[in-house]
């Protein structure tokens, strides 16, 4: 079991940046890839980034590359999202996940989910 608690959301300008964090319980977070999701409303929960268990990959959706960053700390059992250069378009709540299977870009491959972190972005 796993269990996601997001963080650091909130409302920022257009251009500015934000540092989500996403804390995890449990013993397999460690080697477990971890997602972040987005969904804004009346629209479906779409892809952002992902990172392998280790670190040492990383996705992102084409939407958020080169603005954004995925990482992890393992000792920490937390997953980041740093966004920078933020646009009215990032407005949404962010979901950071758990996966179990391929593809990371599919919330299909996630077992795991947090309750979400709101990110605003005015413009």
């Known amino acids: 079991q796993v269990q996601l608690v997001e963080s650091g959301g909130g409302l920022v300008q257009a251009g500015g940046s934000l540092r989500l964090s996403c804390a995890a319980s449990?013993?397999?977070?460690?080697?477990?890839?971890v997602g972040w999701f987005r969904q804004a409303p009346v629209k479906e929960r779409e892809f952002v980034a992902a990172?392998?268990?280790?670190?040492?990959?990383?996705y992102y959706a084409d939407s958020v590359k080169g603005r954004f960053t995925i990482s992890r700390d393992n000792a920490k059992n937390t997953v980041y999202l740093q966004m920078n250069s933020l646009k009215p378009e990032d407005t949404a709540v962010y979901y950071c996940?758990?996966?179990?299977?391929?593809?990371?870009?599919?919330?299909?491959?996630?077992?795991?989910w947090g309750q979400g972190t709101q990110v605003t972005v005015s413009s």
């Open positions: 996940a758990a996966a179990s299977r391929a593809p990371l870009y599919s919330a299909y491959a996630y077992d795991y």
């Open positions: 990172i392998n268990w280790s670190g040492g990959s990383t």
């Open positions: 449990g013993r397999t977070f460690s080697s477990a890839d």
